[in-house]
């Protein structure tokens, strides 16, 4: 089978990370690239060898000759470009956050089920390797119902220095990180019903909140708390490290500092290294977010080929997107808020 061709819209920080998966990934390449800003158009058109540059969505769009578009701008854009996609009967990749409001994620999904599009949403911390080996793990049953989680990253890792834009959002780390710990919470744990989230602003430099704790009840009947921080001094920095915690009906899980995964379960406790590979691109300490961006592409591309759904599909994704508004407007009402009606 040929390789399917796509094209990629936005060339800023991130974007870099996905060309180069894109280049890794078995089956898929990168054809035309777009972007308004013409300095960055040469630098990632040059680095990439991509010809076919557009300043304009709606000229790439007309001209054709791809199989699927990334959208790779910031969220403003988000909907215009998935209901251009939609218009073209192109499917889509969308980065996270999904949309500006739940109402508009919706909107996105209900447009691609209409044009019988796949529509995937790049949340990519969920195909990291730590993650999915702490998945395997309960998938296995070594450490029976999981009752009670923890998934922490905490950190003092200057952030802003890459993407300056995070420090003037209203919004920070529920939206741009929280969104990733949150949907590792439902991939392991399952579906959330309800949330209570609490929220600081240690930075008085920044807009935003950058400290969020969020206690999750999960329908499974777990509960599980999501704490994260861009405000933590500690001895070691473990950006951008997601460290967990699980108590099952007959064992526990801790992944902690250095990707060490320790698994005490019916046949004794059990150490491993579960670190990321370091791609040939790739530079630390983001090795292992850039590992999980080749990850979720080639799952893309292999989903495509055969027509099946992606993990992290836009359906799916609502149910995370409905956890990043609940938390918000808990932080807001100190009152606990139900998933389902948002959903609704």
């Not at 777009?34 to 969505?57: H, N, T």
């Not at 590792?184 to 969020?212: C, H, P, W």
Request: proline share 3%.
């Amino acid at each position: 089978m040929a390789d399917l061709n796509g094209a990629l819209i936005g060339c800023g920080f991130f974007a870099v990370n996905q060309m180069h998966a894109w280049q890794d990934v078995a089956g898929a390449k990168i054809v035309a690239i777009c972007d308004r800003d013409p300095q960055r158009l040469k630098i990632v058109g040059d680095q990439f060898g991509i010809e076919r540059r557009y300043s304009d969505a709606a000229q790439m769009f007309a001209d054709g000759g791809f199989d699927f578009v990334d959208i790779a701008t910031t969220v403003q854009s988000h909907r215009a470009l998935v209901e251009m996609a939609a218009a073209h009967k192109i499917p889509a990749i969308c980065q996270k956050p999904f949309a500006k409001t739940l109402d508009d994620a919706k909107a996105m999904v209900k447009v691609c089920a209409d044009a019988d599009i796949p529509l995937m949403v790049h949340e990519n911390f969920r195909w990291q390797t730590p993650i999915q080996h702490v998945k395997k793990v309960l998938e296995d049953g070594i450490v029976g119902d999981p009752f009670w989680g923890r998934f922490s990253f905490r950190s003092g890792y200057d952030v802003f220095s890459g993407q300056p834009y995070l420090a003037e959002s209203e919004r920070f780390i529920i939206e741009d990180l929280g969104i990733h710990t949150l949907d590792i919470a439902r991939y392991i744990l399952g579906d959330v019903t309800q949330l209570s989230a609490r929220t600081r602003r240690i930075n008085q430099s920044i807009k935003g909140e950058d400290v969020a704790t969020i206690l999750l009840d999960h329908g499974s009947g777990a509960t599980s708390i999501v704490d994260v921080s861009y405000a933590s001094k500690l001895s070691t920095e473990p950006f951008p490290e997601t460290l967990i915690e699980l108590d099952g009906t007959e064992g526990s899980i801790r992944l902690t500092q250095g990707y060490r995964l320790e698994v005490n379960g019916r046949n004794g406790t059990e150490v491993s290294d579960v670190s990321p590979r370091m791609l040939s691109w790739a530079s630390r300490p983001w090795h292992n977010i850039q590992e999980s961006v080749f990850a979720i592409q080639q799952h893309w591309a292999d989903c495509l080929s055969v027509g099946g759904e992606t993990s992290t599909s836009g359906a799916d994704n609502l149910k995370t997107f409905a956890l990043v508004e609940a938390a918000y407007e808990s932080a807001a009402s100190g009152q606990a808020v139900d998933i389902g009606s948002m959903l609704r």
